[in-house]
């Protein structure tokens, strides 16, 4: 097995930079037509049949031996029994883990607000949490106890009235360390489904699994295509794609450390994306031995090594300043600032989904304790989405109380703009309530 790297190095001032920059970004995240037709039959299979859909595909794609929905239901007490199971270095680490997370998401909690206007109009927005979430959590090998943290508490935080977790447990497969995290965070129901049939039977419900208002969590190419079809009937977090992590350094930070970095993203699939940006040359060349040493150490080396090839990048820039405009035209999920002065270059990022300041901050301190979310918008979309929050378990309406004064004023204002328009019902309707000592006409 070959370990070893062919990790591309790009520099910011060859002409044709800003081509290879974008055929190295380029991430393709939409399903092929196959994959597109079965998420489909499944969506239908599970709105027509319900709950005996969900048990024949348990069955079929977990491999799991389960005669009714009853055996696919996990009570609290099954999750209680989790956290005995763990160890207590386990449990000790879960616990700080969601304290953080639920300290910090507790900053993001919006109240609703008004105010009145001199003739008593009322303006203001009412903020109001979702009544019921669902949560997809990965299952088997690809276990992710840190996910149900990251999604499940901000949605507690947020006053959600019920969290359901959905997981796979294929071959019968559990993860007592996610359902340790499903008891901590505060899941209220746990179904052993998953794939597009978990999705589906969130977004429409069915006999035993409570419809829910948003699908959130991430999922193979099955899961999120079917999100991208219940999106409407539900709201989503996000279809995220790979993982990815840029890294802006100086030269001063210890290569061995970039090296690692960088690997803590390509050791997620062969898809992910690690890069890393310097002015220094020399200390590029010094990160790419620290990548060929460490390598045969790594568990995963060999999808790290197909990571690193495929989509890893060291790039040579001017200066600190270019660093910063490849870092936004990138607009990463993880940036790390890995500089002298992190703060001191800040305000020039526009675009990054989380960013991690200084040397001594790794990415896999976000992964899952620092206390911000890790769920992040991935390729490229951090130029205009944010990471998921409490805010996103929470809806807003819009208040207005007009006195009679306001709405007579306000009536005239809307019956110009009506007719305008040529909907005279709007403007008739605003008329009505013209004061007749303030028509003027």
Known sequence: MTTSTAIRRLNAADPDFARHLDHLLSWESVSDDAVNQRVLDIIQAVRERGDAALVEFTQRFDGVEAKSIADLILGRERLELALTRITA????????????????????????WSYTEADGTVLGQKVTPLDRAGLYVPGGKASYPSS???????????????????????????????LAAACIAGVD???????????????????????????????????????????????????????????VCDGQTDPDWIAMDLFSQAEHDEDAQSILVSPDAAFLDRVAASID???????????????????????QVRDMDQAMEV???IAPEHLELSVADPQAWLPKIRHAGAIFMGRHTSEALGDYCAGPNHVLPTSGTAR??????????????????????????????????????????????????????????
């Open 293 to 315: 040493k460490l390598l045969p150490t790594m568990d995963r080396a060999e999808i790290i090594r197909t990571s690193i090839d495929g989509r890893g990048a060291l790039i």
């Open 384 to 441: 205009f989405s944010s990471p998921l929050g409490v805010y996103d378990f929470q809806k807003r309406s819009s208040i207005i109380f007009c006195s009679e004064q306001g709405a007579s004023e306000l009536g005239k204002t809307a019956s110009v703009l009506a007719r305008g328009e040529s909907l005279s019902a709007h403007a008739r309707s605003a008329e009505y309530r013209i004061l007749a000592d303030q028509e003027g006409n």
């Open 89 to 112: 270095e386990q449990r000790q680490a879960l616990e700080k883990a969601a304290e953080r997370v639920r300290l910090y998401h507790e900053r993001q909690k919006q109240d609703s």
């Open 148 to 178: 149900v943290l990251m999604n499940a508490i901000p949605a507690k935080v947020a006053g959600v009235g019920e969290v359901v977790m959905v997981v796979p447990t294929p071959r019968g497969e559990v993860n007592e360390l996610v």
């Open 189 to 247: 129901r746990v179904f052993t489904i998953g794939g597009a049939q978990a999705v589906a039977a969130l977004a429409y419900g069915t006999e035993s699994v409570p419809q829910v208002d948003k699908v959130v969590g991430p999922g193979n190419i099955y899961v999120a295509t079917a999100k991208r079809h219940v999106f409407g009937q539900v709201g989503i977090d996000m279809i995220a794609g790979p993982s990815e992590i840029l890294v």
């Open 327 to 329: 870092a936004n035209r």
